[in-house]
Every structure is written in structure tokens, then in C-alpha cells.
């Protein structure tokens, strides 16, 4: 039960317990938007840190995202209002974040995934095969952060050797601690490290271009907004963007999936009995339970939303997790149903900004669940106690020990 009272600024409930960033029990994540849904359709939250509005009424939360007049998306997260720098092209309102998006569209539409195919199932099964020998794994590191992440620094164009540099800084950068605080000394120092290594990169290929190679960072060299060519400033602040998303969103999802799937032995035998048919399917509906980015947007101008008065400056906290799992609108909407019918889901967002990965997030996750099923069908928790989380603008797990009948 959260510390609410009835009543507040705008006519709406305030909580004051509430935490943007934590960490904690795993499933924490999403049961906390869970126990205010049952409660409230609408919830001012106000913490140290900062307050904002958080919508739990799905319907509520995706007319707030297809709305870009009125919320911005020039912030990242609902604490800070006035970021000091730009994300391009999530940060970005139209048009201008349409013409960066065209930009980047054919790395990762339809076609394009049909030609990754091989390869992303080629990875998959070396790390599967490699992980089903020893009969154990934490899941977390030893494949959710290396398979997807693989793939996506091939298609980015950075070095696969650095992977490890690569996620060390990332989860310096995006995941709090233990005690649910981000180490804002080390989030520096990594956001530093990670800025040089890609102007380091950019100057390489400046220096030395390959006419080959295809690649994002290789053709970004050549990219023209309004006819004019990027800066390296601008394409580094786009590649920081899609670095952070490629290494941890795909690789928080497995995680998530898999913590069920261990834990619900019958959903897990009903995917392994028929693990190509079944893995698509499976995945939409894993995806959908368990949404990971929650998004922030920042009010343009004064609105009635949802029956509250918002004024421009305001923020609010479009939750995925709460437009997902909201049982007015779905009935069973917090379990996983294999035998659900397709449903609309909202795990990658709506509106302009939808997500620019979904095609390849869903054939990682499809490719993932038949593979590993076919290869390891049978494994559990390894621990009996508490799985750790973070959650944020990305919810994660920290580890998640699986184990398995030795192989014969």
C-alpha cells in the first residue's frame, strides 16, 4: 500500500513513497505500479528528487504519448525537468526528430531483420551451446547481456572484443546500487569514457573510411539533415542514445522472461514441447507482461489530463508497465497466458517515438526462447532466496543463477 492522501495539487491523490529509481525484490518493479493502479487512476508523486504526474490508466497513458504538442519528450527521466544535454532522437520533438528517425529507420525495419537472421540466430545457438554444458549459468550475465548486445555492436560498428568495457560502463551509467542510488561519481566517469570512445571511433573512420562497410557509425560519416551533414557532436549524441538502449533493454527483457519462465514450470514445459511454433508467441506475450522502459515527458502548456489540471513545466512519468498490466482494460492483465489471444500492448511504446529496435527486440526474444528450449528445456532457480532489481527508466535484474539436469 503506498502513503498517499487524497486531495493535493491538481485535484489528485499524492504520494510521497514512491521512488523513481530503486532497487529491490525483482518483481518489485512492476508490483509497485501494480498497488497503485488498484488504487488510483492518477497519482501525483512527490519525492526527493523531484514530483511529477503518473498516469495508470492505460488509456490515459497512450493519448499522453501520441499528444507531442502538448508533452515533450525533451527529458529523460521525470526528475530532471532541464537536462543539460540532448539525446538525439529521443529528446527530440517533431519534426525534427521525424527527419533523425528516417535516418535511422533501415537499420532496424523489417528488411532489415530478415537479413540478420542468420546471424542473430548463429550467436544465439554458440552461447546456448556453450552455456548447456556446464549445467548452470547466471542467466543474466552469461547470456541476456552478451547475445542481444553482440548483435547490436555489429550492427553499430564498435569493436565485439570491448563488449565487457562496453557494459561496464553502461550499467555504471544507467543502474543504482544496492541501496537504490546511482553512483553519480562513477555515472560521470563512465559517460566520459563512453563519449571519447566514440569520438575516437568517428575520427578513425574520418581518418580512414571504408567504402564497404555498412554499419552505422561507417554511414552516419555521410548523414545530411536538411541537406546539411551531421556533425560528429550530433552523431555522437545520437550514438550514445542507441548505445544505451541496444545494450540493456533487450538484455533486462530476457531476464524478466526468463525469471517466469523458471519459476512457472508448467508455462515453461508448454514452450519447450514446441519451442518453434510456440517462441513467437511467447515472446509477444513475455514482452507484454513484463515492460521495462518507463518514459518521461515534460507539459508544454496548461491541460486537463485525466481531470487534473497540468501546467506547462509540469512532468509525468508515462508508465509502460501500468498501460500493460492494467486489469480494467485486460482481464488477468499481470499474468502470462500462452493461451491469450493477441492483445494490444504498449511494451515499446506508442506515437511518434515508438520504438525504433521493437523488429529486432522481438526476433532476439523469439530466436532466444526456441533455441534455448530446444537445447535446455528443463532448469529452475539455482537459489532459494529473493531475486535483486533495479528499476528506473529501465527495470533490470542484477543476476539470475538457472540450473539444469547435467548433460549425458
Known amino acids: 500500500m503506498q502513503d498517499a492522501m487524497t486531495g493535493g495539487e491538481g485535484s489528485c491523490p499524492v504520494v510521497h513513497d514512491f521512488r523513481f529509481v530503486g532497487a529491490g525484490e525483482a518483481m518489485t518493479a512492476f508490483g509497485r505500479y501494480d498497488a ?10 512527490e519525492e526527493p528528487g523531484g514530483a511529477y504526474y503518473l498516469p495508470l490508466d492505460r488509456d490515459l497513458i497512450v493519448s499522453g504519448m501520441q499528444d507531442t504538442e502538448t508533452f515533450s519528450s525533451h527529458a529523460l527521466t521525470p526528475l530532471q525537468p532541464n537536462p543539460r544535454y540532448t539525446a538525439i532522437p529521443v529528446m527530440l520533438d517533431p519534426p525534427e526528430h521525424a527527419k533523425w528517425r528516417r535516418l535511422l529507420s533501415g537499420y532496424f525495419g523489417v528488411r532489415q531483420m530478415a537479413l540478420l537472421d542468420e546471424r542473430i540466430r548463429s550467436v544465439c545457438s554458440e552461447l546456448i551451446e556453450a552455456i548447456s554444458a556446464m ?42 546500487g544496492e541501496d537504490g542510488e546511482l553512483d553519480r561519481e562513477r555515472q560521470f566517469l563512465a559517460a566520459v569514457n563512453l563519449y571519447e570512445r566514440l569520438r575516437e571511433v568517428i575520427a578513425g573512420r574520418r581518418a580512414a573510411p571504408d567504402p564497404e562497410a555498412t554499419d552505422i557509425l ?19 549524441s545520437c550514438c550514445v542514445l542507441l548505445f544505451m ?4 533493454t533487450v538484455a533486462n527483457a530476457l531476464s524478466f522472461s526468463w525469471r517466469h519462465l523458471a519459476t512457472h514450470p508448467d508455462d515453461r514445459a ?32 496548461e491541460t486537463d489530463f485525466g481531470g487534473v489540471q497540468l501546467k506547462a513545466g509540469d512532468m509525468v ?40 529496435g521493437s523488429h529486432l527486440a522481438r526476433r ?5 526462447l526456441e533455441l534455448w528450449h530446444t537445447r535446455i528445456p528443463e532448469y529452475e532457480l539455482a537459489v532459494d532466496e529473493p531475486l535483486f532489481g533495479h528499476w528506473g527508466s529501465v527495470h533490470g535484474l542484477r543476476a539470475l543463477p538457472l540450473r539444469w539436469p547435467a548433460p549425458g
Open 245 to 248: 538502449a541496444g545494450l540493456d
Open 36 to 45: 497503485l493502479q488498484d488504487e488510483y487512476r492518477m497519482v501525483r508523486v
Open 135 to 176: 549445467g548452470a549459468c547466471d542467466f543474466t550475465e552469461d547470456f541476456a547481456f552478451r547475445f542481444p548486445t553482440t548483435i547490436f555492436l555489429e550492427i553499430f560498428g564498435l569493436p565485439p572484443a570491448e563488449l565487457d568495457t562496453f557494459l561496464e560502463w553502461e550499467r555504471a551509467i544507467l543502474h543504482p
Open 364 to 368: 532476439e526474444m523469439a530466436v532466444a
Open 270 to 301: 508448454f514452450l519447450a514441447a514446441r519451442p518453434t511454433d510456440r517462441g513467437p508467441l511467447a515472446a509477444e506475450e513475455l514482452l507484454r507482461a513484463f515492460p521495462i522502459a518507463q518514459i518521461a515527458r515534460k507539459v508544454t502548456r
Open 218 to 236: 561507417s554511414d552516419a560519416l555521410t548523414w545530411r539533415i536538411d541537406g546539411e551533414l551531421v556533425s560528429d557532436e550530433e552523431i555522437v
Open 317 to 356: 512519468l508515462f508508465a509502460l508497465a501500468a498501460a500493460n498490466r492494467d486489469l480494467v482494460h485486460l482481464d488477468g492483465a499481470r499474468i502470462v497466458d500462452f493461451g491469450r489471444e493477441p492483445v494490444a500492448s504498449y511494451t515499446f511504446g506508442t506515437g511518434p517515438h515508438r520504438c525504433l
